[in-house]
T-cell receptor, first 113, second 115 residues
Framework: GAGVSQTPSNKVTEKGKYVELRCDPI?????LYWYRQSLGQGPEFLIY????????DSGLPNDRFFAVRPEGSVSTLKIQRTERGDSAVYLC???????????FGPGTRLTVL | AQSVTQPDIHITVSEGASLELRCNYS??????LFWYVQSPGQGLQLLLK??????LVQGIKGFEAEFKRSQSSFNLRKPSVHWSDAAEYFC?????????????FGQGTELSVKP
């Protein structure tokens, strides 16, 4: 079946702009995770959804970052007033539930000029 | 604090040689442990995982890892490396009951394979 998909694959924006990154999880997966991977680093947890609700948003760096999953499937990560330090690859993962293996998408590479 | 340490940033091995990638973790409860591989332009792919039971776990592509609680380690091994194994390898630790399943990753080890 189809894996986790993320769009766009690349996003270039200017400092101060607003961006949205989309994640389409594997069908039927109730758990969805967002991670951020900076150059030369491992992925860093941002937020975890169980169904429609954010069960753990402790990794969001500040209030410029927000994520939603209104129907318990597709999720959107929203970044306001982007900064150059937000440049990274944003990874999405999904799993059947929180105890199961996480399957990762290819990521969205965000570049803030 | 929960953390994962991969002491080797970059390792080079000859094709056909054996491989061991090190991973040490700090975690307050019984951890779930994972190894993922990331090839250029590709997403993270799970190689293997340890939840409980036998401390030697087998994964895909001929990889195995051994959980050693006394050493807080979960090293990845392969007896004979292939050129296609060149990639970035990440060790990760997670919990379920107090972490909601989120993973904490190490910095990664980049593997190069010499012909």
């Amino acid at each position: 079946g189809a894996g986790v998909s993320q769009t766009p694959s690349n996003k270039v924006t200017e400092k101060g702009k607003y961006v949205e990154l989309r994640c389409d999880p594997i069908s039927g997966h109730t758990a969805l995770y967002w991670y951020r991977q900076s150059l030369g680093q491992g992925p860093e947890f941002l937020i975890y959804f169980q169904g429609t609700g954010a069960a753990d948003d402790s990794g969001l760096p500040n209030d410029r970052f927000f994520a939603v999953r209104p129907e318990g499937s597709v999720s959107t990560l929203k970044i306001q007033r982007t900064e150059r330090g937000d440049s990274a690859v944003y990874l999405c993962a999904s799993s059947r539930d929180r105890t199961d293996t996480q399957y990762f998408g290819p990521g969205t590479r965000l570049t803030v000029l | 604090a929960q953390s994962v340490t991969q002491p080797d940033i970059h390792i080079t091995v000859s094709e056909g040689a054996s491989l061991e990638l090190r991973c040490n973790y700090s975690y307050g409860a019984t951890p779930y442990l994972f190894w993922y591989v990331q090839s250029p332009g590709q997403g993270l792919q799970l190689l293997l995982k340890y939840f409980s039971g036998d401390t030697l776990v087998q994964g895909i592509k001929g990889f195995e890892a051994e959980f050693k609680r006394s050493q807080s380690s979960f090293n990845l091994r392969k007896p004979s490396v292939h050129w296609s194994d060149a990639a970035e390898y990440f060790c990760a630790v997670g919990g379920v009951y107090n972490q909601g399943g989120k993973l904490i990753f190490g910095q990664g080890t980049e593997l190069s394979v010499k012909p």
